[in-house]
């Protein structure tokens, strides 16, 4: 794509730096309690490595898979790598990280392992690097919201809705904007009924892929090309949720492109180009693919898009930002077919490694991955309380 910049409206603009006596501090969330858990932590080193240390001071805190928040040291992020069958852990050192107590203030404290009391200081805004439930579902957003806790991303609300692939859909749908068809069906209907799983796929076309409503990375994701794969399918989704979408294969190029909310009430701006999934041998962009360096998946970047199609897109994914309420970033995915782009994922809370989708999407729009995070920053510390 050569010439959409001077045809698609706002896009790509560095960030706008506010002149300080001292960098603000910011605290990196990272871990947490989903199976996602490893690559939320690869992500938090690769924030920590080029966030601007000019601008910002940084406190790490860990969420372990049992939910704990403990004080973490930049040599423990040192370490962290992709590696099949070697995703990070944050683990449990016995410490343990307080919130404010009330919005009156935004110091945060540790309990060191001797159980004496320290003051971390006062906390401009938190950056969540969580991904999956508890992460960026609203789950946290909440409880950064009850003390008036800045943070990056989507509130609440926006969070939980596109978390939920059954929802988002659903509200999607009723916007006018085009969705893959789906059924949806929960663990306990099955149990009910052993014989409601034969019937899955009426309505659908083949392949289908089974998904769980509330999961990321395409964690628990299956493609089946016939009734007799759906009932394992199932259980793979199952293991991760309650609740699970059959939707129909789109046959359509698989595109993403990057939002950032406006700076003081203006429109959402979007990255100049459009990314590609390209697929060589691989049936879908599944885990392996995404985070491990799998064959059979390449990225093109920019994809070769007219202009009108661009247009499509980015109109699609800013009319979807807004109806879900979105806020800071999102990486929003599309099945572009013959009759228009189709929308597969809102994601609040994008991957967010230096070899990323999003940060690459920005990076050739003009923005780097350093400002961005910047940019990121300084929207969350901006923004207006919710309320």
């Given at each position: 794509m050569s010439e959409n910049e001077s045809t698609t409206g706002p896009v790509a603009t560095g960030p706008i730096?506010?002149?300080?006596?001292?960098?603000?501090?910011?605290?990196?969330?990272?871990?947490?309690?989903?199976?996602?858990?490893?690559?939320s932590c690869v992500t938090a080193a690769g924030v920590l490595r080029a966030i601007d240390r000019t601008l910002f001071n940084v406190i790490l805190v860990g969420m372990t898979q049992h939910g704990a928040t403990v004080l973490m040291s930049e040599d423990d992020l040192a370490e962290y790598k992709l590696e099949a069958g070697a995703l990070p852990q944050v683990q449990d050192n016995g410490t343990r990280v307080l919130w404010p107590a009330s919005t009156a203030t935004q110091t945060i404290t540790v309990i060191e392992q001797t159980g004496t009391l320290r003051s971390l200081g006062h906390v401009d805004a938190?950056?969540?690097?969580l991904h999956g439930p508890y992460g960026e579902d609203g789950t946290v957003q909440g409880m950064f919201d009850l003390v008036d806790m800045p943070y990056v991303g989507s509130g609440v609300l926006g969070s939980a809705l596109c978390m939920d692939k059954h929802m988002v859909k659903t509200v999607l749908a009723e916007a006018g904007i085009q969705v893959a068809p789906w059924r949806t069906v929960t663990r306990e209907q099955i149990q009910a009924d052993p014989y409601l799983a034969e019937q899955l796929d009426e309505g659908l076309s083949y392949p289908l892929f089974v998904k769980p409503a509330r999961a990321g990375s395409s964690v628990g994701v299956s493609r089946v090309v016939s009734a007799a794969e759906i009932p394992a399918a199932l259980e793979l989704a199952f293991a991760e949720d309650r609740t699970v979408l059959i939707e129909s294969g789109v046959t359509g190029r698989e595109v993403e492109i990057a939002v950032?909310?406006?700076?003081?009430?203006?429109?959402?701006?979007t990255s100049s180009v459009i990314g590609e999934i390209v697929f060589s041998g691989r049936d879908f962009y599944d885990f392996e693919a995404k985070y491990l360096g799998a064959?059979?998946?390449?990225?093109?970047?920019?994809?070769?898009?007219?202009?009108?199609?661009?247009?499509?897109?980015?109109?699609?994914?800013?009319?979807?930002?807004?109806?879900?309420?979105?806020?800071?970033?999102?990486?929003?995915?599309?099945?572009?077919?013959?009759?228009?782009?189709?929308?597969?994922?809102i994601n609040t809370l994008p991957g967010f490694t230096p070899i990323s989708m999003y940060p690459r999407l920005w990076e050739a729009s003009g923005m780097s991955y350093s400002e961005l995070i910047t940019e990121l920053i300084e929207l969350a510390?901006?923004?207006?309380p919710a309320y």
């Open positions: 730096r506010k002149a300080g006596p001292a960098p603000r501090t910011v605290v990196i969330l990272f871990g947490g309690r989903s199976s996602e858990h490893g690559i938190v950056l969540p690097m950032l909310e406006g700076r003081e009430g203006t429109a959402p701006r064959s059979g998946v390449d990225l093109a970047l920019p994809a070769d898009v007219t202009d009108a199609e661009f247009r499509a897109i980015r109109e699609a994914a800013i009319r979807s930002y807004e109806v879900t309420q979105c806020a800071g970033h999102a990486r929003i995915d599309f099945f572009l077919t013959d009759h228009g782009p189709v929308l597969n994922e510390i901006a923004k207006r």
